[in-house]
């Protein structure tokens, strides 16, 4: 059933929107039916004044109070509101004629004044008392409202975890591709939760833990889910992130829910997304803070993990993709007992994945998956997924209704290099720069042996501020490269710069990119991949974060930092006169080559292997 909603969801008022609405509400009755308690006042005064007073007609009432020898009186202000007076017994024998002669009520009574508790009782405590109450009925009508759950502010210590029943994760092992070797090693878990008979016959136990381990987007949360969804039992979520919280000790008390939860659920497989936010190797205690929230939660983790019997079924599975920052008590056997490395998909995986993500979305019967299998060497199964994506909307866009090679193609250079800035206008000597220039990657490449094959160049800007790009792709998965692929590589990635030297006599700043990436790979030549007769076979350089971006360190002295810059600059400069000299010799097709270029804009590679071979 579907709910006319036009006017969109309103927005839930806070809680504290009740209260203050509540506390407004309570002073306006309080001001209404007990305004003189708000506005009473005594005012002591002389007795020719009260004399006075009664003259004048303003007193209404009066008493004596014998006890305190004071006369209290009632007399009306200028805007005949009453007003309370109070003063001393005088020997009047008048006094009597005089008050009834004005018309005023007397007697032994006093006029009701209430002492300074009532008025604080009344002021204060009923309203306050009444808000605290009115307050309560609320908290409970907006309970119910929100299905009987408590709310952010009142789920302290609770888990949070987001639980699937068997029927609910919708995903299973024939969803998860390119992912051969990890659903392998997971299978054992899923047989042993179908039959844990057969395992406890021969004394094994089930582990109690894995680590999926892995760069983003490779599918390890897909793969959690897949476990459960093949096992089918409940399954338990929960992000790591969300069992730290603002109070000490709230979340150690998240881990002790969860697993609570877990215990009376078994079977059932309990997943901790990106683990590494709260378990971090723990300090040497030595600094402030050494016993901190995220500290307190990891030794919670641990203790529950050592806690709880392997024998019910409850399995724990965690994801990280910073697998060196994790506690070594963290991934001690007894644990984690298994790490799952769930890598970037090989080129067989690739095209898997890609049948994947297409299975919901109208195909040509013409697309050919091995080749943007081929095209994208190093995409994450999210990438590919995005690819296929950004087809679809490219043919939607087209004005068709299904999607053909070719959006597949430019959703692929949509992902490498962003989209075409159509608006971007070069000058026509800007042009002719550019198109010499990758005309140049591309001529150095093709004259280099163990050199990936050029597939397509273009001068068309892109979003991702590249004015053009020559696209290279191998025929099959590569696992290992050679020094000599290396030094080709570096040679290629100078042949733009080279090319805009040998025509122009100037250089510009589209090399930018270029240059970083050659000196990226000349230096792991030298500090990890032992291809330097200086250094042998010596690691200089360690790598941090190998799942996110792989930042490294030199691991060496100031004076072998700088031989190894001056051996970088080598290696470099050694591969920039390489590609002058290609270029050199090839200075009749590097012009014509540049010329086609510059009219049709984008060129493909048979294209440019026509022409550079007739």
Same mark, same amino acid.
């Given at each position: 059933m579907i709910e006319n909603n036009e006017g969109g969801d309103k927005p /839930? /008022?806070?809680?504290?929107?009740?209260?203050?609405?509540?506390?407004?509400?309570?002073?306006?009755?309080?001001?209404?039916?007990?305004?003189?308690?708000?506005? @009473?006042?005594?005012?002591? &005064?002389?007795?020719?004044?009260?004399?006075?007073?009664?003259?004048?007609?303003?007193?209404?009432?009066?008493?004596?109070?014998?006890?305190?020898?004071? %006369?209290?009186? *009632?007399?009306?202000?200028?805007?005949?509101?009453?007003?309370?007076?109070?003063?001393? #017994?005088?020997?009047?024998?008048?006094? #009597?004629?005089?008050?009834?002669?004005?018309? &005023?009520?007397?007697?032994?009574?006093?006029?009701?004044?209430?002492?300074?508790?009532?008025?604080?009782?009344?002021?204060? &405590?009923?309203?306050?008392? %009444?808000?605290?109450?009115?307050?309560?009925?609320?908290? @409970?009508?907006?309970?119910?409202?929100?299905?009987?759950?408590?709310?952010?502010?009142?789920?302290?210590?609770?888990?949070?975890?987001?639980?699937?029943?068997?029927?609910?994760?919708?995903?299973?092992?024939?969803? &998860?591709?390119?992912?051969?070797?990890? /659903?392998?090693?997971?299978?054992? %878990? *899923?047989?042993?939760?179908?039959n844990p008979d057969k395992y406890a016959a021969i004394g094994a136990k089930l582990p109690k833990g894995a680590l999926l381990v892995g760069p983003p987007g490779t599918g390890k949360t897909l793969l959690a889910k897949a476990v459960?969804?093949?096992?089918?039992?409940?399954?338990?979520?929960?992000?790591?992130?969300?069992?730290?919280?603002?109070?000490?000790?709230?979340?150690?008390?998240?881990? @002790?829910?969860?697993?609570?939860?877990?215990?009376?659920?078994?079977?059932? #497989?309990?997943?901790?997304?990106?683990?590494?936010?709260?378990?971090? /190797? @723990?300090?040497?205690g030595s600094g402030l803070g050494g016993n901190d929230e995220r500290e307190q939660t990891l030794n919670q983790l641990l203790t529950e993990m050592d806690g709880f019997d392997g024998r019910k079924g409850v399995v724990i599975l965690a994801a990280t993709n910073r697998p060196e920052s994790l506690d070594a008590a963290l991934l001690r056997p007894g644990r984690f007992d298994r790490r799952i490395p769930v890598e970037l998909p090989d080129l067989s995986g690739r095209e898997a994945i890609l049948r994947v993500h297409s299975k919901n979305v109208k195909m040509d019967m013409d697309i050919d998956f091995g080749a943007i299998a081929r095209a994208t060497s190093g995409a994450s199964g999210a990438e590919l997924a995005n690819i296929v994506n950004e087809a679809a909307l490219r043919a939607v866009r087209m004005g068709r209704s299904y999607v053909k090679q070719e959006d597949l193609e430019e959703s692929v250079e949509t992902v490498i290099a962003g989209y075409q800035r159509k608006n971007a206008v070069l000058s026509p000597h800007e042009k002719k720069v550019v198109s010499y220039h990758e005309i140049g990657h591309a001529l150095v490449a093709a004259k280099q042996s163990d050199s990936a094959p050029v597939t397509k160049i273009t001068i068309i800007p892109r979003t991702s501020g590249a004015l053009g790009y020559t696209m290279q792709v191998d025929e099959g998965e590569k696992h290992?490269?050679?020094?000599?692929?290396?030094?080709?590589?570096?040679?290629?990635?100078?042949?733009?710069?080279?090319?805009?030297?040998?025509?122009?006599?100037?250089?510009?700043?589209?090399?930018?990119?270029?240059?970083?990436?050659?000196?990226?790979?000349?230096?792991?030549? #030298?500090t990890r991949y032992g291809m330097s007769r200086e250094f042998d076979m010596v690691a200089l350089e360690t790598v941090n974060n190998q799942y996110l971006g792989g930042d490294t360190s030199l691991a060496c002295s100031a004076d072998t930092s700088a031989m190894i810059d001056r051996e970088v600059v080598a290696t470099v400069k050694a591969a920039h006169e390489k590609a002058i000299s290609i270029l050199k010799e090839n200075i009749d097709k590097l012009h014509e080559l540049a010329n086609y270029l510059l009219e049709k804009e984008t060129i493909t590679g048979e294209e440019f292997m026509s022409i550079l071979n007739r």
């Amino acid at each position: 059933m579907i709910e006319n909603n036009e006017g969109g969801d309103k927005p /839930k /008022k806070s809680i504290l929107y009740y209260y203050g609405l509540t506390l407004l509400v309570v002073m306006l009755l309080n001001a209404l039916f007990f305004p003189s308690v708000m506005q @009473r006042k005594v005012t002591e &005064v002389g007795y020719s004044e009260f004399i006075t007073m009664v003259n004048d007609d303003k007193v209404t009432e009066a008493a004596v109070d014998y006890s305190s020898q004071q %006369i209290m009186f *009632v007399a009306k202000d200028g805007n005949g509101a009453d007003q309370y007076f109070k003063t001393g #017994i005088f020997p009047d024998n008048g006094l #009597i004629e005089r008050l009834q002669s004005h018309g &005023v009520k007397f007697g032994s009574e006093i006029p009701k004044q209430n002492s300074t508790l009532v008025n604080l009782i009344l002021t204060w &405590v009923v309203p306050i008392f %009444i808000f605290i109450l009115i307050g309560q009925l609320l908290s @409970r009508m907006l309970m119910k409202k929100m299905g009987g759950g408590m709310g952010p502010a009142m789920t302290f210590g609770k888990a949070n975890a987001k639980i699937y029943a068997e029927t609910e994760t919708g995903v299973t092992f024939d969803d &998860v591709a390119g992912e051969e070797e990890s /659903k392998d090693a997971l299978t054992e %878990i *899923v047989d042993f939760l179908h039959n844990p008979d057969k395992y406890a016959a021969i004394g094994a136990k089930l582990p109690k833990g894995a680590l999926l381990v892995g760069p983003p987007g490779t599918g390890k949360t897909l793969l959690a889910k897949a476990v459960a969804g093949e096992a089918h039992v409940p399954f338990f979520s929960i992000s790591g992130s969300e069992f730290v919280e603002m109070f000490v000790g709230m979340g150690a008390a998240k881990v @002790r829910d969860l697993f609570k939860q877990a215990s009376e659920k078994a079977p059932c #497989i309990v997943f901790i997304d990106e683990i590494d936010t709260i378990g971090k /190797k @723990r300090d040497n205690g030595s600094g402030l803070g050494g016993n901190d929230e995220r500290e307190q939660t990891l030794n919670q983790l641990l203790t529950e993990m050592d806690g709880f019997d392997g024998r019910k079924g409850v399995v724990i599975l965690a994801a990280t993709n910073r697998p060196e920052s994790l506690d070594a008590a963290l991934l001690r056997p007894g644990r984690f007992d298994r790490r799952i490395p769930v890598e970037l998909p090989d080129l067989s995986g690739r095209e898997a994945i890609l049948r994947v993500h297409s299975k919901n979305v109208k195909m040509d019967m013409d697309i050919d998956f091995g080749a943007i299998a081929r095209a994208t060497s190093g995409a994450s199964g999210a990438e590919l997924a995005n690819i296929v994506n950004e087809a679809a909307l490219r043919a939607v866009r087209m004005g068709r209704s299904y999607v053909k090679q070719e959006d597949l193609e430019e959703s692929v250079e949509t992902v490498i290099a962003g989209y075409q800035r159509k608006n971007a206008v070069l000058s026509p000597h800007e042009k002719k720069v550019v198109s010499y220039h990758e005309i140049g990657h591309a001529l150095v490449a093709a004259k280099q042996s163990d050199s990936a094959p050029v597939t397509k160049i273009t001068i068309i800007p892109r979003t991702s501020g590249a004015l053009g790009y020559t696209m290279q792709v191998d025929e099959g998965e590569k696992h290992l490269m050679s020094k000599e692929e290396a030094q080709n590589k570096i040679a290629t990635l100078t042949g733009g710069r080279s090319a805009e030297e040998l025509i122009f006599g100037s250089i510009t700043t589209g090399a930018a990119n270029d240059i970083e990436q050659a000196t990226k790979l000349a230096r792991a030549m #030298i500090t990890r991949y032992g291809m330097s007769r200086e250094f042998d076979m010596v690691a200089l350089e360690t790598v941090n974060n190998q799942y996110l971006g792989g930042d490294t360190s030199l691991a060496c002295s100031a004076d072998t930092s700088a031989m190894i810059d001056r051996e970088v600059v080598a290696t470099v400069k050694a591969a920039h006169e390489k590609a002058i000299s290609i270029l050199k010799e090839n200075i009749d097709k590097l012009h014509e080559l540049a010329n086609y270029l510059l009219e049709k804009e984008t060129i493909t590679g048979e294209e440019f292997m026509s022409i550079l071979n007739r």
